[in-house]
């Protein structure tokens, strides 16, 4: 007779859950801007607006919290003005270097 394991249980990965200081955020931000791929920084954004707090995050970012998530939404295409108001409201700056 043969005992059939249960199968394993997997929680998602949620990248929100580790971005809780400044330094894990810049890291995460960083890392996101060097793969050069429109959606995945709206993910990343959306990620740490979610750590830090939608509806703060909305608010300082003058958005309707509605709108921001609408604005982060995989295939979304926000306005420039858009994103850079997001990341400012999430102490977020991003930095030009030589490539």
Do not use: C, W
Request: no cysteine.
């Amino acid at each position: 007779m043969t005992k059939t394991k249960a199968p394993l249980k997997l929680v998602a990965f949620d990248a929100a859950r580790y971005l809780d200081d400044d330094e894990a955020i810049a890291e995460y931000m960083t890392a996101v801007l060097e793969a050069n791929d429109p959606d995945l920084l709206l993910l990343a954004l959306s990620d740490v607006a979610r750590a830090k707090g939608m509806a703060q995050v909305a608010k300082d970012a003058g958005l309707g919290r509605e709108s921001l998530y609408k604005a982060l939404a995989p295939g979304a295409k926000p306005r420039f003005e858009t994103v850079m108001k997001v990341a400012h409201a999430l102490g977020v700056k991003f930095i030009a270097q030589p490539a």
